[in-house]
């Protein structure tokens, strides 16, 4: 059965609203909207909050927040072009709502205190797994913020492991050793200090969620196969997961 055929999910009642089509032309990776809605399930996301969308990519985490949440967004990435996501913000109505920006998450130019909640989808592992780096977001954040994080992970972590398992090592690389379990990131979070409190839980379901979409996307592409539906087929949620991660500042 095709597929495409399996995409309205009845745990992702908003995401159903959005055209395959539409998610693949504008991201990779897995279903950025199914994360976001499982993420946001833990945060207080009330219509006129400042929302940072770290990490957007081409915007469609962006037009989800300010559709369906009603906040105000500032999406901001440093390998998109900000006038191409702001094509994709104004067809889609939102050009109001979402400004997007060319920023590099290390050096963010905002000031303290600029934000009610900070999101990031699928981008974490990039730049966000260094001990001093949930910190410095806090920082941004308004008294009785959220930090929210959806990210690939693992059920175990690699050093008990004591290697990277071949199928994810072949596909993923080096850049596993920033896939955590949602404990270990739990762990770093409150030991940072930075938070009242943290929550951490695995997506009970995301390696086939993920697996899903990816063979959704290549069926919309006529493709047959990819690497990342291989490795996720040969794992079948043996180690891959993702992390939904939160932390509140005092």
Known sequence: MPALDHLTKGEFPRSNKYDAKWLVDLDMGPHPLWLLEDLAADLDLEPGMRVLDLGSGLGATSVFLAKEYGVDVVAVDLWVDPTEAGEVFAKEGVGEQVLPMRVDAGALPFGRASFDVIVSID??????TGDHYPPYLAGFLKRGGQLGVATPALTTEVRELGAIPDHIDTVVGAETAAWHTADWLRSQWEFSRAFTSVTARAQP???ANWLLWERAVMELKGQMSSPVQQMLEA?????VTFAMVTGRVA
């Open 123 to 128: 981008a974490w592992e990039y730049f966000g």
């Open 205 to 207: 379901d995301g390696c």
């Open 235 to 239: 794992d079948g949620g043996a180690f």
